[in-house]
């Protein structure tokens, strides 16, 4: 019976703008899911960060119709929408997840359900006639204001966001066409992008969390080989990759030597190159 009132308080007439945000969450989970059509990812993804993160929280804590006026609430979304996306992210690096696309997109999914029904729970205890209720009628009366001068300013800051959503639409669906790269980059053991080991003791393997992605718009070979500075060869293995596929390992470093400073280089060859496409330093004291 909860979950049936919950669902009827969501679906209500007032709540149709956390149903779209909730709609372009499952949207950009889909078209990531089944790696397709980016141009809908694009066009849902773009509220679904710029805007609804922002907007989310600004409904929660103004559920009232006359707590804040309709520009104040459009700005201040965009604005903490740019605040809350890095938070989420930086939430995501001090966790055990990995900073990838899929799980970006989780993360932000789930802030979405979730605040769409806090926000859908707060505006229940709310007075139906003293609820917000989304409509383009108020915002565009806040916007032609009757002065000539506030309209003009209001006119220029709507044309502004939709020109700025255009562009990131525009250089989103090109880059995947224009750049073609790999990403090689190393990680902590718990996969995490700092403290990366400095002392490597002899008793037993030090590990490290090496990542190969494929962004190259097509399957490539690659061989992955670490070794000291000295010559010493640590880990050798070849991987072939399908367009935008991710390999990650656990690679165990144990140098000989003991308070040495070495240099562990981690070098990744493309295809059959005998020159490294990418490659990453270490610098370490054998313990």
């Not at 989310?56 to 201040?76: C, D, N, Q, T, V």
């Not at 809350?84 to 997840?97: A, D, H, K, Q, W």
């Not at 030090?206 to 990542?211: A, D, F, N, Q, Y």
Request: glycine share 6%.
């Amino acid at each position: 019976m909860r979950i049936q009132g919950l669902a009827r308080t969501l679906v209500r007439g007032g709540n149709i703008d956390l149903l779209m945000a909730v709609l372009c969450a499952l949207v950009v989970s889909v078209c990531a899911l089944v790696d397709r059509l980016d141009v809908v990812r694009v066009i849902a993804g773009v509220p679904l960060i710029v805007f609804f993160p922002g907007y989310l929280l600004i409904s929660g804590l103004f559920a009232e119709r006359k707590a804040i006026g309709e520009i104040e609430r459009l700005a201040l979304s965009f604005g903490l929408s740019l605040a809350i996306v890095p938070l989420l992210v930086l939430t995501i690096n001090y966790s055990p997840l990995r900073i990838d696309q899929p799980t970006i997109i989780t993360v932000i999914a789930i802030y979405t359900l979730i605040g769409a029904v806090g926000v859908a729970l707060r505006r229940a205890v709310v007075p139906p006639d003293e609820v917000y209720q989304w409509s383009l009628r108020p915002l565009a009366g806040a916007l032609f204001s009757s002065s000539r001068t506030l309209t003009a300013l209001n006119g220029l800051v709507a044309l502004a966001a939709i020109g700025l959503a255009v562009v990131v639409v525009t250089n989103v669906t090109a880059r995947r066409d224009q750049e073609h790269f790999t990403e090689f980059y190393l990680l902590n053991a718990e996969g995490n992008a700092n403290d990366y080991p400095t002392l490597l003791p002899a008793a037993e393997p030090t590990l490290v969390t090496l990542v190969v992605a494929n962004r190259e718009n097509e399957p490539v070979s690659y061989r992955v080989e670490v070794r000291a500075s000295d010559g010493e060869r640590l880990f050798q293995t070849e991987i072939r990759l399908r367009d935008e596929e991710l390999w990650q390992n656990l690679i165990p470093l144990k140098v000989s030597g003991r308070d040495e400073q070495k240099r562990i280089e981690f070098l990744l060859y493309r295809d059959a190159d005998q020159t490294p496409y990418r490659t990453l330093y270490l610098q370490v004291v054998t313990g």
